[in-house]
């Protein structure tokens, strides 16, 4: 039974060999580039699509968004309203809801001070748990 995931505190930030991240999505890993401006909202619709897709199976998407949903999760870092918005957006209309990550108020910690809650988990109704 899942109500919260576990996830070490964050460290310091590695440098990647490439700049893909892991999206798990039901039982396929999904491998990402960073994408900005129009190419975001590209994917956020896609997601959309897919959560659209997969509504009646149980579903959880797991990962690195590089999105926070709310102003808190963003520390010494600019605050970009706007995709806070689409991203809230995105998880709204999916009916997507958060699966609470323990001892992780940040999973980003970089120069300077900053801090970000990137990573989460997010699942539909018929995730295990997520119906109670």
Known sequence: MLDKVKIKGPGR???????????EIGRCKLWLKSRKGSEKL???QDFRR???LLDSSPTIFIG????VRFQRERINYNIRLREIRV???????SNLLEIPLE???FTWIGPNGKRSKLDRALSNSEWPNQAD
């Not at 690195?64 to 999105?67: G, Q, T």
């Not at 991203?87 to 209309?93: A, H, P």
């Open 64 to 67: 690195d968004f590089n999105e």
């Open 42 to 44: 590209a994917l956020w």
């Open 50 to 52: 897919l959560a659209a």
């Open 87 to 93: 991203f809230n957006s995105w998880i709204e209309d």
């Open 13 to 23: 930030p590695k440098k990647r060999k490439n700049s893909k991240n892991p999206f």
């Open 103 to 105: 001892n992780a108020n």
